[in-house]
């Protein structure tokens, strides 16, 4: 049976490494069928939108989206085209792995751990920002919901339970804010007790992240709130190699949007040299969202072997190869 998914195909680099993952994913015969949407710069020098209706309405019609990076110029009207598009569909769930792979400038072996950050609250909702007219003082309110917080705790102990991972833990700094950081970590421990076979812990935000640089090896599934998960998983990504090797999964009950979280590097576009691994992992997340683990595998194994055989490698990897090479080199070994 085939399915039909959006594809956004992005500024700067992301053309590049779209063409590059679409073309691996073709050599795994997964059934699917790709319908290109517009967002970001080349939308809005096509259609005079960031993000067209007829976007939304193909995202909303498929349910699974595909996206390379996005520029948001200033003045478009909204902070950032990819929190839009986590609003307009209520993708509450960010999913972001960091796993070790071979022969990269990591400084840390066999890491093997998943963020989850909600995504549609706190303090990206950024409620009543205004600068004083002085300029002298800001203001941005954060909203928690005990709503979006049991569905995002719940997401990360059911990802923990359908994967094998042991266990979840809760990130925050309810010593310090008490009322928001507060009524998450209370959630978060409510529906830990509904886990007794998932061992759970709680850490505060800054201890954790020293904890990630000195220790990583004990984590499993971190879970935490919209600001502290944009951090962290960044951080995490470091441990492994950098973003070219992160990828990012948006998922809400009706749509998900899987996406490479790194910019578009314009500097290097149209010149080949841009790392794709990131979006095609992106595209295993998604082979595991429509229910083909065994493509998502293949995929992630032919990554690992050629990074392994350092065949291909692109710059940012230490090699000379161009971003249609290693995706060659990658689809040799499915």
Known sequence: MTQTITVIRGDGIGPEIMDATLFVLDKLNTGLQ????DAGLVALEKHGELIPAATLESITRNKVALKSPLT????????????????QFDLYANVRPAISFPNTK?????????????????????????VSADGETAFSGTRITRKGSERIVRYAFELAKSTGRKKVTAVHKANIIKSTSGLFLNVAREVAAQYPEIEFQEMIVDNACMQ??????????????????????????GLVGGLGLAPGANIG???????????????????GKANPVALMLAAAQ??????????????????VATMEAKD???????????????????????
């Open 212 to 237: 990630l640089v000195m220790r990583p090896e004990q984590f499993d599934i971190l879970v935490t709130t919209n600001l502290f998960g944009d951090i962290i998983s960044d951080l995490c990504a």
């Open 34 to 37: 790709y319908e290109d949407a």
């Open 72 to 87: 948001t110029p200033v003045g478009g009207g909204f902070s950032s085209i990819n929190v839009a598009l986590r609003r």
């Open 253 to 271: 009950k009706d749509a998900a949007i899987f996406e490479a979280v790194h910019g578009t590097a314009p500097d290097i576009a149209g010149q």
């Open 286 to 303: 998604m082979l595991d969202h429509v229910g083909q683990p065994e493509n998502a595998e293949r995929l992630r194994k032919a990554i």
């Open 106 to 130: 990591s400084r840390y072996e066999n890491i093997n751990m998943i963020t989850v950050r909600e995504n549609t609250e706190g303090a990206y909702l950024a409620e009543g920002q205004e």
């Open 312 to 334: 291909s490698l692109t710059g940012d990897l230490g090699g000379t190869g161009t971003t249609m090479g290693f995706a060659q080199a990658i689809a040799s070994r499915i």
